[in-house]
């Protein structure tokens, strides 16, 4: 009956300080935003597309007390904007707002870099004259990598920026960000 009185108190010492090991961990509420770069795969219209765009996003971070951090990002991507200059008034658009997991690590004291992947909805706008066709599609292998620095301004407060290369799976579209970071340590 003592051995297991001993347990039972040896397994509560650990689980007590274990909590304690925990308030190293700290979430981060961070939002970005800058243009895009769209690598153009279009074959009709491909003269009239506009590669630079622009993207958004909001993530919350885990930041672990080793190098892996996780949490989930949503945003909003204009992938890219068409005209036609020949024809009058044909225009096309294509934004995702993706909802990825994402995994990151730090590499040094201000580096890092990031992984998303999961879901975003794609919204397909064409436009020719007065008639116009809004189509919404689910996909679901969608992703990013990005490298970033971050340079802490205060204790709660650090601001940065990103490479980030965003993919489409299902549109089979890519883009390149550049977007500026204010990062919120919670």
Do not use: C
Request: aromatic content about 16%.
């Amino acid at each position: 009956m003592k051995s297991k009185l001993y347990i039972l108190i040896l397994l509560l010492l650990t689980a007590f300080f274990n909590l304690n090991a925990q308030q190293t961990h700290r979430f981060t509420a961070s939002v970005s935003g800058g243009p895009n770069y769209y690598f153009n795969n279009i074959r009709t219209f491909r003269d009239g597309v506009k590669p630079l765009n622009y993207s958004f996003f909001a993530r919350i971070m885990w930041d672990s007390k080793y190098l892996v951090a996780l949490g989930v990002e949503i945003g909003y991507n204009k992938y890219y904007r068409a005209e036609d200059d020949k024809a009058e008034n044909i225009k096309a658009t294509l934004a995702a707002i993706p909802f990825h997991l994402v995994i990151g690590m730090r590499l040094t004291k201000g580096f890092y870099t990031n992984f998303s992947f999961g879901p975003s909805i794609l919204f397909n706008r064409a436009q020719a004259g007065d008639n116009m066709v809004n189509n919404r599609i689910l996909s679901f292998a969608d992703g990013s990598l990005a490298v970033g620095y971050k340079r802490i301004l205060n204790k709660k407060f650090s601001f940065g920026a990103e490479l980030k290369f965003n993919f489409s799976t299902k549109a089979e579209d890519m883009n390149i960000a550049v977007p500026i970071i204010l990062s919120y340590r919670l």
